[in-house]
């Protein structure tokens, strides 16, 4: 663990900040090059990424704030204080932030909505194996107690230990290298398929499918703390709702948008 890399002078340099700056520089760079062999110029690829990552940004604190309302109680000041370090951020926030303001750039600047989507889309799974590098050498974003040969120890003074109800010392699941791996996974599987024939839309509605679904399930090795909800018998916590939500959006968004490329609808792009 290592949340501080390393200091230039007096200035500590934060692991989750520098690989969120690293994770939106290629990020950016990826966009640009895929942007040019679609026929978008690099400056609406650049227009449109640095409102992305400030929505990233944005949507990633909102989202961790309403989700935790009880650690701001009587010190609101601190739900702005990013100064404070890039902590209290929750990543599927900030996914769904981005790509609503996304379509909002896009239609406001009457740009190919679906082309784009599946030109940007790849940057974000990209950001995902970064920034989750940046979280575990952070301490943020860990999971659950475990006995199994993959969990891992951490300072005793880690945020894992702190106020969880975790012993220190005690193993826990890696989390933050699932979810890293799980983007580098998905990013494959979208340029891979991008070298494939699809109709317009594909690969953004593939990334929100298999993203719905990869952060489902490592959230069941996370650590929670906040209520449950029950479905239909079922316990499940907010992120793991918006990742179904995600699912069947996609799932959905899918069919409507192959059959309109099949001609079944007419309704213009």
Not at 89 to 100: E, N, T
Not at 133 to 150: D, K, R, Y
Not at 214 to 225: A, H, L, M, N, Q
Request: hydrophobic fraction near 50%; glycine fraction near 12%.
């Amino acid at each position: 663990m290592h949340p501080v890399l390393f200091k230039i002078g007096s200035l500590p340099i934060n692991s989750y900040g520098l690989m969120l700056a690293v994770s939106f520089m290629l990020g950016l760079w990826l966009a640009a090059r895929r942007g040019e062999a679609a026929g978008i110029s690099r400056g609406d690829i650049y227009d449109l990424g640095v409102r992305l990552m400030i929505a990233a940004i944005v949507g990633s604190r909102v989202f961790y704030v309403v989700t935790h309302m009880s650690e701001f109680q009587g010190h609101w000041l601190d739900v702005i204080a990013i100064w404070k370090g890039l902590y209290g951020l929750s990543m599927l926030g900030g996914v769904i932030l981005a790509v609503a303001v996304g379509f909002y750039t896009i239609w406001r600047k009457h740009l190919p909505k679906w082309k784009l989507a599946d030109v940007i889309i790849p940057s974000f799974a990209l950001g995902i194996f970064i920034t989750r590098i940046g979280c575990f050498l952070n301490g943020c974003c860990f999971g659950a107690e475990t006995s199994c040969s993959l969990g891992i120890s951490f300072p005793d003074s880690a945020m894992p230990y702190f106020n969880t109800g975790i012993i220190p010392g005690s193993h826990i699941h890696p989390t933050q290298l699932y979810s890293s791996l799980s983007g580098l996974f998905i990013i494959g599987i979208l340029l891979w398929a991008d070298r494939r024939k699809h109709f317009p839309g594909f690969i953004f509605c593939l990334f929100l499918g298999l993203y719905g679904v990869t952060r489902f399930g490592i959230e069941e090795f996370r650590y929670f703390d906040h209520a449950y909800s029950q479905i239909m018998g079922y316990s499940f916590n907010d992120n793991q709702i918006i990742s179904l939500i995600m699912f069947l959006s996609a799932f959905i968004l899918g069919v409507w948008l192959y059959l309109r490329y099949r001609g079944i609808f007419s309704v213009s792009s």
